[in-house]
């Protein structure tokens, strides 16, 4: 009996085992699972929309990203693109307001539909052509909808199934926005480049309602849901109007607008009065009066270029701004502070460099040129900007931190020196006293005497600091080329540091910097972008490259086993230029190498046997990489910094998956 309750307990504990390996991504079992976005920022937002039974369920169209869906009020977004064709812009998205795990999305010139909260999609456009600017549903019949192009106006009688154009009278087929009051047959606004047309049949019939609007270029249009006589209509160029007579007539509604090119447009549906304009250039004004003044409320928002507005009915101060490049932001006070809820959506920050803390690997560093630094204290699950102190252009190129005290930051930019921080980025000051070129490309510190710290420049050759970076001094002699593209230091003897140049050459110094030689013998690539040294073995050095790629292959991975005096081209590395470099510190045989996506198949390449052969490593990575990090104490994490999807993720498993039952023996 107790024998056969052990073997149940082990049988069970198989299947378990079984089922958990069966749930895990096929390529798990390969050694990895796939290369995940983790911020910062976001991607553009072209459209917002919320559940009307579930306002914590909202969807996003973005550009190029596809679709993107979040239960949790903005807490964390997943994709929702199965179906939906990749590369094309989400311009719209309308959900059933009876049924609304029914939706439907405009995606370029495309209309897709999915009755599955977004799980699936198909194509359900037949009729319809022409760019899909906006979607709305009739409420009141949600099986009829009515879709904007830049072809005129649609409408399909039987949930998308067919589509008939309805543009008898519309002098001007740009139709960018649409607005419904459902009646019996329901009145139609259209917003289009010739003006305010209104239909009241259903789109059987249109009429130009422009009269007052001293611009044909209309590109928002919105109805007072309370008083359906009052609409608002947004124009490219000359702010707001207003009208309370049905698009009779039209007045200037601006006072307080100062960009008069609308992009979107919200009300609160419980105090229609209050208003909400996005525009172009000038972020979110709001209105409290039905638009007889404005006030700006962007406050929180890194970017003023607003697509998307939407306003949650069930609670009207909670609003959701769509933003070129910034992602989704969220305000629970009407609008007075933003905060960025972009948790594991895609990014489209180009980032320079990423970096590891080395003694809270959970912090991390993602520089992104023109916007600063970013900072994440829980591995890229969210991110905060830490500009303080920093200039305006934000310039951002390169970090160091220090190895002993890794609160402590040293931060190169392009044109501004070096900044140092003491509190780990909360605040920034100069430390580029002495330096004579302020192109800052490259910064290293010493891992023993962390005072110590090295410049490289881009002509101006290298510096050094023995204060921490309150003085600089040059040291370039025997340095003959003085555009520095990559620096290292050897781990276990700090004196000795490599420079890595765009003349074919290493430089190396073996006393701190005083002096410099240069060694490329075997070296046959232009630039060396990117340097790394074994940590273990610090004769073992690699090397990035690239070349003018008029010709294949125009980048490369060398190999010195003897300090840099020789190098040699190891086989099987990327054939595209490669610009970053990171070893393993555990396993230091285990390499990476990011590079260029355009010249190659794969952005990451990977070696575990010190770069004698190398595989394909871009599972989910589809864009290049220009800066690789790994984390020291959990090294199957790796992360990247990409050239326009921001910074990707990696956890490695080895799972074996083969389930053992042991023999049992009775005792005798």
């Known amino acids: ?30 050694g990895g699972n796939e290369w995940t976005s983790i911020g910062p920022g976001g991607t553009s937002i072209l459209a917002l929309a919320i559940d009307p039974t579930t306002p914590t369920t909202l969807y996003a169209g973005t550009i190029d990203n596809g679709i993107y869906k979040s239960m949790n009020g903005g807490g964390k977004w997943y994709p929702a693109n199965r179906g939906l064709p990749v590369g094309y812009d989400s311009l719209s998205i309308a959900i059933d307001p ?11 010139y495309m209309v897709f539909k999915s009755t599955n909260g977004g799980l699936s999609w198909q194509e359900s456009d037949t009729g319809l052509y022409g760019i899909v600017s906006t979607l709305v549903i009739d409420p009141s019949i949600p099986t009829h909808l009515y879709a904007g192009t830049d072809e005129g106006v649609f409408t399909s009688l039987n949930s998308g199934d067919s589509w008939q ?54 590109t928002y249009v919105m109805i007072n849901p309370i008083t359906p006589s009052i609409l608002y209509a947004g124009t490219y160029s000359q702010g707001v109007f207003k009208t309370i007579n049905s698009a009779v007539s039209w007045n200037p509604a601006n006072s307080g607008i100062i960009d008069a090119q609308i992009q979107t447009m919200a009300i609160d549906p419980l105090t229609p009065a209050k208003l909400y304009a996005g525009t172009y250039s000038g972020g979110i004004f709001k209105s409290m009066n039905g638009g007889e003044s404005w006030d700006l409320a ?49 990014s489209t920050f180009g980032v320079h460099s990423v970096i590891v803390d080395p003694q809270t690997p959970s912090n991390l560093y993602a520089l992104v040129f023109t916007r600063g630094v970013f900072k994440s204290v829980n591995a890229g699950a969210d991110w905060q900007t ?9 310039p951002v190129i390169t970090l160091a931190t220090d190895p002993a005290a890794s609160n402590i930051l040293y931060l190169g930019l392009r044109g501004d020196g070096v900044y140092k921080s003491m509190d780990g980025g909360g605040s920034w000051t100069p430390a580029s006293v002495g330096l004579t070129n302020l192109n800052v490309e490259e910064l290293a510190v010493d891992p023993i005497t962390t005072t110590t710290i090295y410049a490289g420049t881009k002509g101006g050759g290298m510096f050094k600091s023995t204060t921490g970076g309150e003085s600089w001094q040059e040291i370039n002699n025997g340095l003959t080329y003085l555009n520095i593209l990559s620096l290292a230091i050897d781990p276990q003897t700090p004196t000795i540091l490599y420079a890595g140049v765009d003349a ?41 490259t690239s070349d003018n790629c008029m010709a294949l292959p125009c980048g490369r991975v060398f190999k010195s086993i003897d300090s840099g005096e020789s ?56 864009s290049s990489v220009g800066s690789l990090a790994i984390n020291p104490m959990r090294p199957y994490i790796v992360y990247a910094g990409t050239g326009d999807r921001g910074v990707f993720s990696i956890t490695q498993f080895e799972i074996n998956h083969r389930i053992f039952i042991p023999l049992l023996q009775r005792s005798q």
């Open 1 to 30: 009996m107790q024998l056969a309750m052990m073997l149940k307990k082990v049988i069970l504990i198989s299947l378990v085992l079984t089922m958990i390996s069966a749930s895990l991504p096929g390529n798990v079992f390969a």
């Open 98 to 108: 009876v049924t609304p795990a029914t939706l439907y999305a405009g995606v370029s």
């Open 165 to 218: 154009p309805i543009n008898n009278g519309l002098t001007n087929l740009s139709a960018s926005s649409l607005a419904i009051y459902p009646a019996a047959p329901p009145t139609l606004y259209a917003a289009t480049g010739g003006g305010v047309f209104k239909s009241a049949n259903g789109g059987g019939s249109w009429y130009s309602a422009n009269a007052g609007i001293t611009t044909n270029s209309i």
């Open 298 to 346: 962007n406050y929180g928002l890194t970017d003023a270029r607003i697509y998307a507005l939407v306003v949650d009915y069930a609670e009207p101060s909670t609003l959701y701004a769509g933003i070129y490049n910034d992602g989704v932001f969220k305000t629970t006070n009407s609008g007075t502070g933003w905060q960025p809820i972009n948790t594991a959506m895609a």
């Open 386 to 394: 830490v500009n303080t102190g920093l200039p305006d252009t934000l």
């Open 504 to 544: 074919t050459r290493v430089f190396k110094s073996t006393d701190g910097g005083e002096s410099w030689n240069e060694h490329y013998d075997g070296l046959y690539q232009l630039n060396i972008n990117a340097l790394a040294i074994d940590p273990i073995t610090p004769s073992t050095i690699y090397a990035g």
């Open 567 to 622: 190098w040699v081209a190891v086989t099987g590395s990327p054939f595209s230029p490669v610009y970053s470099l990171a070893v393993d510190t555990v396993t230091p045989t285990t390499l990476y190498a990011g590079g260029l996506i355009f010249y190659s198949d794969s952005a990451v390449y990977k070696s575990t046997n010190g770069g004698d052969s190398w595989q394909e490593f871009s599972m989910g990575l589809n």
